[in-house]
């Protein structure tokens, strides 16, 4: 079992920057992949990919949408996921949600196990 507990989110405006956290607990932590997925609230928008790392081993992923703009990094001794977002946008609000999947990194949010609750991120223009 692993928990996850996001913080960080807020309102921003336009160009504006924030950072998330991702604070992990449980078993086998260390092997796990961890991803930032988000989910727009406008009606029959899906949770969307963000960007994911590893907690050894390298590998890093980001979503086209936020290269250059964001990066996900890691503090193992804290076992803490971070999610920089610079120079946001608008279309970037959304309710942000960690996930850890054994192994392997992943896009696709069906093949995480564990969710956080969710950390409102709102982009005023």
């Known amino acids: 079992q692993v928990q996850l507990v996001e913080s960080g989110g807020g309102l921003v405006q336009a160009g504006g920057s924030l950072r998330l956290s991702c604070a992990a607990s449980g078993r086998a932590v260390s092997s796990y992949a961890m991803g930032w997925f988000r989910q727009a609230p406008a009606p029959g928008r899906e949770r969307e990919f963000v960007a994911a790392i590893r907690w050894s081993g390298g590998g890093i992923n980001y979503a086209d949408s936020v290269k250059g703009r964001f990066t996900i990094s890691r503090d193992n001794a804290r076992d803490t996921v971070y999610l920089q977002m610079n120079n946001l946008k608008p279309e970037d609000t959304a309710v942000y949600y960690c996930?850890?999947?054994?192994?392997?990194?992943?896009?696709?949010?069906?093949?995480?196990?564990?969710w956080g609750q969710g950390t409102q991120v709102t982009v005023s223009s």
């Open positions: 996930a850890a999947k054994p192994a392997v990194l992943s896009p696709t949010p069906e093949n995480y196990r564990y």
